[in-house]
């Protein structure tokens, strides 16, 4: 089984930083395209970012300029800074894997349980 386990949400004032982790774990040969995902209250799930094995990054318009996602494919894990918050970036981040290979099996859209980012004074 492979799971995705988010971590470093939180409450941050308008202006601050946040760094999220996505560390996936199992018994995992690869990982295809990994992206952030979220969701605010009220309003369907949207991809904030997206990166491949290789090649070019891509963000919603809305966050160009201020998130920047990396992975590290030796720890199987991807990351998204987030810098000068604002309150409509407030939502529960998801991490998505679209293709997982693993041991004995591939695994299709692989998701983290979400982890909350309040962005308030």
């Known amino acids: 089984q492979v799971q995705l386990v988010e971590s470093g949400g939180g409450l941050v004032q308008p202006g601050g930083s946040l760094r999220l982790s996505c560390a996936a774990s199992?018994?995992?040969?690869?990982?295809?395209?990994m992206a952030w995902y979220r969701q605010a209250p009220g309003k369907q799930r949207e991809l904030v970012a997206a990166?491949?094995?290789?090649?070019?990054?891509n963000y919603a318009d809305s966050v160009k300029g201020r998130f920047t996602i990396s992975r590290d494919n030796a720890r199987n894990t991807v990351y998204l800074q987030m810098n000068s918050l604002k309150p409509e970036d407030t939502a529960v981040y998801y991490c998505?894997?679209?293709?997982?290979?693993?041991?004995?099996?591939?695994?299709?859209?692989?998701w983290g349980q979400g982890t909350l980012v309040t962005v308030s004074s």
């Open positions: 199992g018994s995992i040969v690869s990982i295809n395209a």
């Open positions: 998505n894997a679209d293709r997982v290979r693993g041991i004995s099996r591939w695994y299709l859209e692989v």
């Open positions: 990166i491949p094995t290789g090649g070019t990054t």
